[in-house]
């Protein structure tokens, strides 16, 4: 199957006013519920620490949350092909709501496994959440694809603002139950999200979309898909890994809550600042291009956390990891757009984020063990492993240029 045959045609019709409004409404949405994730990860691993029977357990809430990303992928992808986009964009900010409940109650009652169960359900939220940007493609014709995506994602800068800002001005609200606070926030937040999908208009599936098109065995066998889904492995996973460790690596090493809660902020800055222009990068010099450049920013982040356990390197390692998340995964998604039909959108979307959510489950579950045991350390120089291989798979990519659709 050439990529000329599976190249993508214009989505359903959308007026292009109501297209404008539906990824302004997305990106809004994103900066809302991209805090979700924030306040998860700058929380969970230090009261997986305080409340987990056992240290090595620290970082489970957090993998659990990753587990809940790649287990409601599918089933959000299910019901976005048979009742529309909208529908699974409301049930997930419902899940976004659960979590902070669930979250809040699990901190009263000093409950590990519903603190678990909170991050499962956050995890689903998350998936449902990143499916904003395959949305927002769909608004727009073809050659526009690639900046709707990333404008998109360029709402994460303000949720790398709302999110730690949170955690810092609410965790002691309500004491001696550190952070219950932040979670009903974060509640609140998920809420205000929904009210603003209400506003999102998108045409609902097609007969052709409800079928599916070509069995996914066909799609996923393109080497484009190959290329894109372990580009988008290695940059998600890697961020994660990486991300998961550093709050309790840092107070580990003796550095203050409000240092990792700043820490994190600047990380998840730079993780969707450049999408104000990734699109326009990926336009100009291509998806392979900008997955390069992230991949060997992903790669200067671990090289700076070996040089020093202060604020300053773990600040520089979180921030360069984020930009390098940035261009790795938006560009890796700006490859998935090129490997299906309209009618398939929705299900090799899905299948997509499926993997990528499912490998990066593996690297937030060993992330937490191989900290206790090895240490910091340990951890950055693991993250180089898998970074050869996403260069390997990248490589083959340039020999097999898309071909034009004639």
């Known amino acids: 199957m050439s990529h000329a045959e599976a190249a993508p045609a214009a989505p359903p019709a959308i007026a292009s ?12 949405a994103q900066a809302l519920a991209g805090a979700n994730a924030t306040v998860v990860y700058a929380t969970g691993a230090i009261l997986g620490h305080s409340l987990a029977p056992s240290p090595a357990l ?19 992808g299910t019901i976005a092909r048979r009742h529309g986009r909208r529908a699974a964009f409301l049930a997930g900010t419902g899940c976004g709501v659960l979590t902070g409940l669930l979250a809040a109650l699990a901190v009263v009652l000093g409950s590990f496994w519903l603190f678990c169960a909170a991050t499962f359900f956050g995890g689903a939220y998350a998936a449902v959440v990143l499916s904003f940007r395959f949305a927002a493609a769909d608004c727009v014709p073809a050659e526009r694809r690639p900046r709707a995506l990333s404008a998109v994602m360029a709402g994460g800068v303000v949720a790398g603002i709302i999110g730690p800002q949170l955690v810092t001005h609410t965790m ?27 506003g999102v208009r998108l045409p609902m599936p097609t007969a052709a979309e409800i079928a599916g098109g070509r069995p996914l065995g066909v799609i996923a066998r393109q080497p484009r898909f190959v290329v894109a889904v372990i580009c988008g492995v290695v940059s998600y996973l890697l961020m994660n890994f990486l991300m998961t460790a550093a709050p309790l690596a840092m107070r580990l090493c003796g550095l203050s809550q409000e240092a ?16 104000f222009f990734t699109g326009r990068l990926i336009t100009r010099f291509g998806a392979p291009r900008v997955v390069a450049a992230g991949l060997a920013l992903t790669a200067a982040s671990a090289a700076v956390g ?4 202060d604020i300053a390197h773990f600040w520089l390692t979180l921030i360069l990891l984020g930009l390098g998340w940035n261009f790795g995964f938006v560009g890796a998604s700006a490859l998935v757009l090129e490997c299906h039909r309209p009618e398939e959108r929705t299900r090799v979307q899905s299948l997509n984020d499926f993997i990528v959510f499912g490998t990066m489950a593996l690297g937030s579950f060993s992330s937490g063990g191989l900290l206790t045991a090895y240490g910091w350390s340990t951890v950055l120089w693991v993250s180089f492993l898998p970074l050869a291989v996403a260069v390997a798979a990248l490589a083959t990519t340039a020999a097999s240029r898309p071909t034009k659709a004639g």
Do not use: E, K
């Open 306 to 309: 070996l040089l020093g356990v």
């Open 17 to 28: 006013g109501q297209g404008t409004g539906n990824v302004a409404r997305l990106t809004v």
């Open 260 to 275: 990792s809660n700043l820490g994190l902020q600047w990380h998840v800055i730079a993780m969707y600042a450049p999408s």
């Open 172 to 198: 002691d609200l309500w004491p001696p139950y550190l952070f219950a606070a932040t979670f009903l926030a974060q509640a609140g937040v998920a809420a205000l999200s929904a009210l603003v999908l209400l």
């Open 58 to 76: 620290a970082t489970l809430p957090i993998s659990v949350f990753v587990v809940g990303m790649a287990a409601c992928t599918l089933p959000a």
